[in-house]
């Protein structure tokens, strides 16, 4: 819904921004209340390829041509499920014909009968099982999962900051690196700081991520770019699951936010939060649940009618 928008806030002159200043005097807090079904949404909280000056930034373009093409298709499906952002989907239904709610995927995939398609795993790199039997010694509950996905890249600094934040918060926690997480170097962590951790670290290779929603896990945000700003906002504001790193990372905030989350009175009532919107997304993935029957409907009415 945020990318459909784009077109008009460009048209308004709400971006391109005038100058790179604006991100830093408070004018990315500017609420839109032009986007139905995303209520009290801050400039900031869009995709960040909005927080530009270029009027003709070719991923805002691309964007915008995106959606335009997107009233052409027969079917549009959104990673999500109704309980989650209800509000969102029905909007986008007001735009295009045929709009599915399909979500969590690994959930619907559990549903498949055929043994040999559940042979088959849906990761870009191969699976690191090492970990398996360093989180099996651990007590529910008690172990920090880290990962920044399979784009962003860290300066080395960044990556240190990380790096002792966590250890220095005094928590088990499994930390996926890629090999490429750092720019223009190799994750490497120095020795003084793997012997600070052992024991209570597991630094795994690349590895699929679960959804965090549908296993009931509440989270600390760093949001960087594209999404990820829209996904932190829903997650901390609105389904009170999430905590926000703001600005640039630093290793006292990193403890202060692993802290709350993990032994704090918030924390835990954010893992309530949580375990009820993986009630909720079960129930979504089970035989009747809404994306149950909008993936049965996709196939059986969209698709196989049509060979």
Request: charged share 25%.
């Amino acid at each position: 819904m945020a990318y459909c928008h784009y077109g008009e806030l460009k048209n308004r002159g709400i971006f391109p921004l005038h100058d790179e200043s604006q991100i830093t005097i408070g004018y990315l807090e500017t609420e839109l209340n032009l986007v139905p079904g995303m209520k009290n949404i801050r400039l900031r909280d869009f995709p960040s390829f909005i927080q530009t000056t270029d009027p003709d930034d070719i991923m805002v373009n691309h964007n915008i041509l995106q959606t335009k093409n997107a009233c052409r298709a027969k079917a549009v499906i959104i990673h999500t499920f109704d309980d989650l952002e209800k509000e969102v989907p029905d909007a986008i239904r007001q735009k295009f014909d045929h709009v599915f709610t399909i979500s969590p995927l690994q959930l619907l995939e559990h549903q498949v009968e055929n043994l040999e398609v559940n042979s088959i795993g849906s990761n870009l790199w191969k699976e690191d099982n090492a970990c398996i039997a360093w989180l099996n010694q651990r007590a529910p509950n008690t172990v920090l999962y880290v990962n920044f996905g399979s784009i962003i890249v860290l300066s080395p600094q960044q990556l240190l900051e990380f790096a002792w934040g966590l250890a220095n918060s005094n928590q088990y926690f499994l930390w996926i690196i890629r090999p490429d997480l750092v720019r223009g170097e190799s994750a490497i962590l120095p020795q003084e700081y793997l012997k600070e951790v052992e024991g209570r670290a597991m630094m795994a290779g690349w590895c699929s991520q679960e959804q965090g929603i549908s296993e009931g896990v509440q989270m600390i945000c760093w949001p960087f770019f594209v999404e990820q700003q829209t996904n932190c906002r829903y997650a901390c504001m609105d389904w009170e699951i999430g905590l926000q790193i703001e600005g640039n990372v630093e290793r006292g905030k990193v403890v202060e936010l692993v802290k709350v989350l993990m032994e704090g009175e918030k924390g835990k009532d954010m893992r309530k939060k949580a375990l009820e919107w993986k009630d909720k997304a079960q129930l979504a993935g089970k035989p009747g649940g809404s994306s149950y029957h909008n993936l049965e409907f996709l196939i059986n009415d969209m698709l196989l009618k049509n060979y």
